[in-house]
């Protein structure tokens, strides 16, 4: 159980491209998911928290205009990197929690890896 | 802001040897740990998760030790297989603080020799 899944996996596109990734909790409702951002050979570093009918809260140093995240339903947020550049390149990865934040682990998709020429 | 860290950055470690993989942090308000592993391309596994009013406690094949007065984490993993090469990472959550996402150290790449 608690599965999330990402998708897509894998995206290359030109820059000035939006690209929105999907995150979505197969097996149970989430209100609160997450959006980390991984460079490579470095560690994951939160972004946003995306919260089922409110506004997403970003972390310090993220642009919301930039990484617009909605969270429309208990099994879906979405992450959309508005005008893509080149810096904007790196794997994106998002988590959610079947229980309550702190009484289960937080588990993660797969990834997806944008890559912005 | 506050962060959590490791001491190694790679370890080595002989097919059927225990490793031991540390983590320092430095919230003292944190009081939820998790121990991921990441292969790559992929994102992190849950291995085990310890609260702060315990300081030891076990799975299959692995133990995580919590020392709150130094504020230091280590995962322990016993009679290694080459399945487990990959990166670990530790991370933190302070639950009382609200639904916040977890901060992550550094990560040790564990490798197995055959």
Known sequence: GAVVSQHPS?????SGTSVKIECRSLDFQATTMFWYRQFPKQSLMLMATSNEGSKATYEQGVEKDKFLINHASLTLSTLTVTSAH??????YICSASPGQIGNQPQHFGDGTRLSIL | GESVGLHLPTLSVQEGDNSIINCAYSNSASDYF???????????QFIIDIRSNMD???GQRVTVLLNKTVKHLSLQ???TQPGDSAVYFCAENFVGGGADGLTFGKGTHLIIQP
């Open chain 2, 56 to 58: 030891k406690r076990q």
């Open chain 2, 77 to 79: 993993i016993a009679a």
């Open chain 1, 86 to 91: 080149p810096e904007d390149s790196s794997f």
């Open chain 1, 10 to 14: 894998w995206v290359i596109c030109k």
């Open chain 2, 34 to 44: 998790i121990w991921y592993k990441q292969e790559s391309g992929k994102g992190p």
